[in-house]
């Protein structure tokens, strides 16, 4: 989880936890990188514009700040959940 906003990123992480994800924080992209969240399966965006660097295997979910709660775990699913033949 990558937000500037301190309250907006111990929201969104603290539910997809409740929901049963690990989540790493992070304030910015600079932040999140060289640390174990560069390894993430899944990396969220909270109002941010971050171009994928050079390896990055992760896929990305953008989500503007106010989006309620569900909508962000609908979308995590949605890139995160097996899919049959896969």
Do not use: H
Not at 63 to 71: A, C, F, K
Request: net charge positive; charged share 25%; with cysteine.
């Amino acid at each position: 989880m990558i937000a500037d906003d301190p309250k907006a990123r111990e929201i969104y992480a603290r539910v997809l936890e409740f929901v049963g994800y690990e989540v790493r924080r992070a304030a910015t992209f600079v932040e999140a990188l060289g640390t174990s969240t560069s390894d993430a399966d899944l990396i969220v965006l909270c109002n941010r514009a971050t171009l994928a660097y050079p390896g990055q295997a992760a896929k990305v979910v953008r989500i503007p700040e106010g989006t309620p709660p569900d909508v962000l775990v609908a979308n995590v699913y949605q890139r995160l959940a097996p899919r049959p033949g896969r």
